[in-house]
């Protein structure tokens, strides 16, 4: 964990922070949700260039400005996707509402809090093609859809129903699986 | 217990227990190197510490003997307090971690190049609490960042960011 030089302590010259080490700003971003990572992006070459795909253990998740005036689903889906295609190694991660996006594949992902808002086939999908999956929290409004989640292997209609989801007007509780 | 003394990079000396100078790993293996080189000598083990100045020495080695000190009151035997020991140590973490932007970006690099885990997630956890919710603009007066990108490049990082740049103060009106 030696960093050389660039570790030493030069009090004269503060607030050069660029030059804190890759792996630093890595650690620093698995603490921030998805969002605060963009604008972080946004600031400087060294930030927006960072490989987020070294990102191990993270807990990415957007917030709930799920209705930003100007801003089409689809173009917060779009680029969504492009930054989770990045950060493909994350074993953690929580998305709400979903945005019915196309998934990469995320093989390490373990922990998966995901909010269902419509009914998108590719969650079913994604959900579906979970092979590591641990920790599972799901929540949804839309009943169709939860009704649909019988067809995940490791899900059954009844969880849902033991949830709190027991008819299209409810807001069913989030269900949490554990050692799946 | 046996002592050891950690040198800054400004030659500033600090007596320390070796249970908690090894909380440190760097520390710990360059122990292990001179223990293995003292060749039966009784004196006490002198770690030069190039990469730290003695002010985040200091800081560091605050945090270092606090959590020896929390360990070995929680492994002289489990209580019913443990769970309350553990909520004080979170609290002194939180105290602990307010300081400068200055302060904790020199804590940070020592956390790193001495590899002490716990205080390094805690100061990443303190720059993560810095950045959150902050525009790019305010991230960047922060922490010193100098905008480099090309005009073009400006633009469509701003366009593709959109969704996450959006006025705070907007959204709470909402």
């Known amino acids: 964990m030696l960093t050389g030089g660039k570790a030493e302590h030069v009090r004269a010259k503060p607030r050069v922070y660029t030059f804190l080490p890759e792996e630093l700003w890595l650690k620093i971003a698995s603490q921030f949700p998805l969002c605060d990572w963009v604008r972080a992006s946004g600031t400087c070459n060294a930030l927006h260039h960072m490989e987020l795909d070294k990102i191990e253990e993270a807990d990415i998740y957007t917030d709930s400005r799920n209705c930003i005036p100007g801003i089409s689903a689809e173009h917060l889906a779009h680029n969504l996707q492009q930054l989770l295609r990045k950060a493909e190694h994350v074993h953690c991660m929580q998305l709400s509402p979903s945005y019915g996006l196309c998934y990469p594949a995320m093989l390490h992902l373990r922990h998966l809090a995901l909010y269902l808002k419509e009914e998108y086939d590719s969650d079913l999908t994604f959900l579906q093609n979970l092979q590591e999956a641990e920790n599972l929290h799901l929540s949804s409004v839309f009943y169709p859809l939860i009704m649909k989640v019988d067809t995940v292997p490791f899900l059954t209609a009844n969880d849902w129903v033991a949830g709190g989801c027991k008819g299209p007007s409810q807001q069913p509780a989030p269900v949490c699986h554990e050692g799946l | ?174």
């Open chain 2, 1 to 174: 217990m046996c002592s050891v003394i950690l040198r800054s990079s400004d030659g500033a000396d600090h007596v320390v227990s070796q249970e908690a100078a090894s909380l440190s790993k760097t520390v710990q293996s360059l122990l292990e190197e001179l223990e293995a080189a003292k060749d039966g000598e009784e004196s006490i083990l002198i770690v030069p510490l190039p990469n730290v100045c003695d002010c985040t020495l200091r800081k560091v080695l605050q945090y270092c003997i606090q959590h020896t000190m929390s360990a070995q009151q929680v492994t002289e035997g489990p209580t019913p307090s443990d769970e309350l020991k553990k909520r004080e140590m979170e609290a002194w973490d939180r105290d602990y971690i307010m300081v400068s932007t200055d302060e904790l970006y020199h804590l940070v690099m020592a956390a790193h190049y001495l590899n002490v885990p716990g205080l390094l997630e805690l100061c990443c956890e303190g720059i993560a609490n810095l950045i959150r919710g902050k525009s790019p603009e305010h991230v960047r007066q922060c922490f010193g960042l100098v905008k480099d990108f090309e005009a073009p490049e400006e633009e469509s990082i701003r366009c593709t960011n959109l969704w996450a740049l959006v006025d705070e103060k907007e959204q709470a009106k909402k």
